[in-house]
């Protein structure tokens, strides 16, 4: 079974400061993926970034970067230089890469993020 | 490419009612995903087909839910029966075998009354 966790259920940053989503994830697989949806109020899902179970280096898409810690079982969203387009429900997901499961995601509940201007 | 869509977008029905939802995937993609998401929550997994073939179905599936993909393109997901607690957002979600990047539809927002 997989689980996210994400205790920040809300977060303030100001515009063109970085901020930084926690998350934490239980796994008994030996191969995962983690990715990061963004859904603004509109409701769409949108895909931000994805880090393999056994990349060793941080993934990054422009802006984001996923900090992954894998002996704390964390992966981290880091959003440099914050837009207030960039105000929305982000959520971390994980998906085991074998069997007949692979691909279903398992999401965290999910942290508001709000950008002042 | 026009992205996943997904139809209707709002749908309220009458408690006892049937309904039902179709997904159009991205044309290459050959995995389909459903999901369900409630007010405050992230989606949960429901169903997931590999072209035609549905390969999982989550607990949350009760008998009264059925999802099919007949020709491996779009999909359907049916609720019969339907009762206040099915009231959510119903995603859908497609990706290439290979890939792991679900694209996500606009979602079908269901409200039984």
């Known amino acids: 079974a997989q689980k996210i966790t994400q205790t920040q259920p809300g977060m303030f940053v100001q515009e063109k400061e970085a901020v930084t989503l926690d998350c934490t994830y239980d796994t008994s697989d030996q191969s995962y993926g983690l990715f990061w949806y963004k859904q603004p109020s509109s409701g769409e899902m949108i895909f931000l970034i994805y880090?393999?179970?056994?990349?060793?280096q941080n993934a990054t898409e422009g802006r984001y970067s996923l900090n992954f810690q894998k002996a704390r079982k964390s992966a981290n969203l880091v959003i440099s230089a914050s837009q207030l387009g960039d105000s929305a429900m982000y959520f971390c997901a994980t998906s085991n890469e074998g069997g007949t499961s692979y691909g279903k995601l398992t999401f965290g509940q999910g942290t508001i993020l709000t950008v002042h201007p | 490419d026009t992205g996943v869509s997904q139809d209707p977008r709002h749908k309220i029905t009458k408690r006892g009612q049937n309904v039902t939802f179709r997904c159009d995937p991205i044309?290459?993609?050959?995995?389909l995903y459903w999901y369900r998401q409630t007010l405050g929550q992230g989606p949960e997994f429901l169903t997931y087909?590999?072209?035609?073939?549905?390969?999982?179905k989550s607990r949350l599936l009760s008998d009264r839910f059925s999802a099919e993909r007949p020709k491996g393109s779009f999909s359907t997901l049916e609720i019969q029966r339907t009762e206040q607690g099915d009231s959510a957002m119903y995603l859908c979600?497609?990706?290439?075998?290979?890939?792991?990047?679900?694209?996500f539809g606009p979602g079908t927002r269901l409200t039984v009354t």
């Open positions: 880090q393999g179970s056994y990349d060793e």
């Open positions: 979600a497609s990706s290439l075998n290979l890939n792991y990047e679900q694209y």
């Open positions: 087909f590999q072209n035609e073939a549905q390969l999982e």
């Open positions: 044309s290459e993609h050959n995995r």
